[in-house]
Every structure is written in C-alpha cells, then in structure tokens.
C-alpha cells in the first residue's frame, strides 16, 4: 500500500516515516454507485418513519462520498487486478491469502483479487506457500523479474 514505512531497532518496530493513514476498504466504481443506492434507500426509509434507518443513510453516504478536498482519492476507486493461482504441495490452508480471497475456482486453484503487486507477490512468498500463478501472465513476468533482481542481489 505504499505506506512510507521504517524499521526502528530501539523500539524493535516499524513507524511511519511521514504522517499516514492506511485505508480501510477499497471500493470500485460500480461498488460506489450500489452503496450511494443503498444511502439513498435508507434515507427514503428514514424519512418514512422508519428512523432507525436514518444513521445508517448518513454512513452510507459517507462511504460513498467523493472526496471532494482535491486530494488523489484513486486508490479508493481503481479497479482490482485478479489472479488465478493454483496452491501445490497438497496444502490445503490459504490462510495466508484470505485478505485477497475471491473465491475458489476448482481443486486447489483459487481466484485473488489485489491492488499492488508488489503487497500480493509479497504475501504469496511469505506465506510460505507453493503456489503456481496461472492468470495473467504479466504477474508471473513481473514475479519473475522481481526475484531475479533479488537473487542478483545475493
């Protein structure tokens, strides 16, 4: 997620560099446009008579509000990339991967969906998982690339 993060050896942890918030959810375009639906139903409820539904029309809204401070709010709205990987070995536990989790194809291959290579790749290795990327081949090249430049390093 790009966070601007580093190690402090004092304190045996991470920080941030500079002042960052991690973001909550990510949600695409058409996922914006069913919660600011769902806003708008709950309001009509809430003016009903059903008040109980009047917090959550305000909640929703929120979500689903552009930002509107000119600030890159693109990685709120950007479509997801998605991956098929096969899980080899006979193991059985993605547990690792569930934050991507879409859902399950077939057997052992299951579907992922992710915004920064970089943090999926990242996961997938150190889950210590074998694991075969099927779709799409520019996530393998990118992989491939990636630990090349890693192993030269070594």
């Given at each position: 997620m790009n966070a601007p993060l580093l190690y402090c050896a004092r304190k045996r942890g991470y920080l941030y560099e500079k002042e960052y918030v991690l973001p909550s959810f990510?949600?695409?375009e058409s996922e914006k446009e069913t919660v600011r639906l769902l806003a708008k139903q709950s309001k009509e409820l809430s003016s009903f008579g059903y008040?109980?539904?009047?917090?959550?029309?305000?909640?929703?809204?929120?979500?689903?509000a552009e930002s509107g401070n000119g600030e890159d709010d693109s990685g709120m709205t950007r479509e997801p990339y998605f991956a098929e990987i096969e899980m080899l070995g006979g193991?059985?536990?993605?547990?690792?991967?569930e934050y991507f989790l879409c859902g399950k194809v077939e057997g052992h291959i299951y579907t992922y969906a992710f915004f920064d290579p970089d943090v999926f790749i990242?996961?997938?290795?150190?889950?210590?998982l074998d694991f075969r990327i099927i779709k799409p081949n520019w996530l393998r090249e990118y992989m491939k690339e990636k630990l090349s430049g890693i192993l030269k390093l070594l």
């Open positions: 990510f949600l695409s008040g109980k539904y009047k917090g959550q029309a305000e909640i929703l809204s929120k979500i689903s193991r059985a536990s993605v547990a690792p991967l990242g996961v997938l290795i150190a889950g210590g």
